[in-house]
């Protein structure tokens, strides 16, 4: 590889945050999902990720806005900003990978890698190490996977039924897809201009063994912000590092 030896890491980056999130009630009820604040921040979600990327790196981001776009773009027109944000709206509902596709041509470098990540996310790990990850296995799209915790206590028996014993919030048996991704310039062409990128482009990157999985390191923070309850405890886990 000739030049910058560091070339394959993006500085530039997609946030998807057109959401609703209904089940936030009522906090949505005036505001879009990635506006929601932490309690005890100050900060709505999408300021920790905006904050993140430009930690690991990110210069510029497009913001994909959608339900109540003008709160959101009042936020970052005001905000103090560690990086350039461009904000795009879809006029009409183009799907997630139409959208993805969309808010992607907006992109100041489109011959470069980038990141992308839900709007209702609320992680930290080293995007870095992903980049790394992705390029050493020449991939063209490569998704973070996270082992979350199952809300419900968990109950092991033996062979003959006894219960042994009861496992509060267990870690899941399976991964799933954390919602942060990494993509190589040619990803944005294979996404459809309108529907579910995840129904259509992934599983054909997965057919061609152009998909990769990276695991989010052990005790990296990741938790997606869907419900009331996730706020209180993002705030819960928040305080404990804090005072940890």
């Given at each position: 590889?000739?030049?910058?030896?560091?070339?394959?890491?993006?500085?530039?980056?997609?946030?998807?945050?057109?959401?609703?999130?209904?089940?936030?009630?009522?906090?949505?009820?005036?505001?879009?999902?990635?506006?929601?604040?932490?309690?005890?921040?100050?900060?709505?979600?999408?300021?920790?990720?905006?904050?993140?990327?430009?930690?690991?790196?990110?210069?510029?981001?497009?913001?994909?806005?959608?339900?109540?776009?003008?709160?959101?773009?009042?936020?970052?027109?005001?905000?103090?900003?560690?990086?350039?944000?461009?904000?795009?709206?879809?006029?009409?509902?183009?799907?997630?990978?139409?959208?993805?596709?969309?808010?992607?041509?907006?992109?100041?470098?489109?011959?470069?890698?980038?990141?992308?990540?839900?709007?209702?996310?609320?992680?930290?790990?080293?995007?870095?190490?992903?980049?790394?990850?992705?390029?050493?296995?020449?991939?063209?799209?490569?998704?973070?996977?996270?082992r979350p915790r199952i809300p419900?206590?968990?109950?092991?028996?033996?062979?003959?039924?006894?219960?042994?014993?009861?496992?509060?919030?267990?870690p899941s048996p399976y991964l799933?897809?954390?919602?942060?991704?990494?993509?190589?310039?040619?990803?944005?062409?294979?996404?459809?201009?309108?529907?579910?990128?995840?129904?259509?482009?992934?599983?054909?990157?997965?057919?061609?063994?152009?998909?990769?999985?990276?695991?989010?390191?052990?005790?990296a923070y990741w938790r997606a912000?869907?419900?009331?309850?996730?706020?209180?405890?993002?705030?819960?886990?928040?305080?404990?590092?804090?005072?940890?």
């Open positions: 590889m000739t030049g910058d030896p560091h070339s394959h890491r993006p500085t530039q980056a997609v946030v998807l945050a057109g959401g609703q999130g209904s089940r936030l009630r009522p906090y949505t009820d005036d505001r879009p999902k990635p506006m929601v604040e932490i309690p005890g921040t100050g900060t709505p979600i999408i300021g920790h990720q905006l904050s993140w990327l430009a930690a690991e790196g990110v210069t510029d981001a497009v913001v994909s806005c959608g339900h109540l776009a003008e709160v959101l773009q009042e936020w970052l027109e005001s905000a103090d900003l560690p990086l350039n944000v461009t904000t795009v709206v879809e006029n009409e509902p183009l799907g997630r990978g139409g959208g993805l596709k969309y808010a992607a041509r907006h992109l100041p470098h489109p011959d470069r890698p980038w990141y992308a990540t839900n709007g209702d996310i609320w992680t930290r790990f080293s995007l870095r190490d992903m980049a790394e990850f992705h390029a050493e296995r020449d991939a063209t799209a490569t998704l973070a996977l996270a419900w206590g968990a109950v092991e028996t033996d062979a003959f039924g006894h219960i042994t014993d009861f496992i509060e919030s267990p799933i897809n954390a919602g942060v991704y990494v993509f190589s310039s040619s990803f944005t062409a294979l996404l459809p201009d309108r529907g579910d990128h995840e129904r259509t482009t992934f599983p054909r990157l997965a057919r061609e063994k152009s998909l990769a999985g990276f695991p989010l390191p052990q005790g912000i869907d419900t009331a309850k996730d706020l209180t405890e993002a705030a819960k886990e928040l305080a404990a590092q804090t005072t940890g």
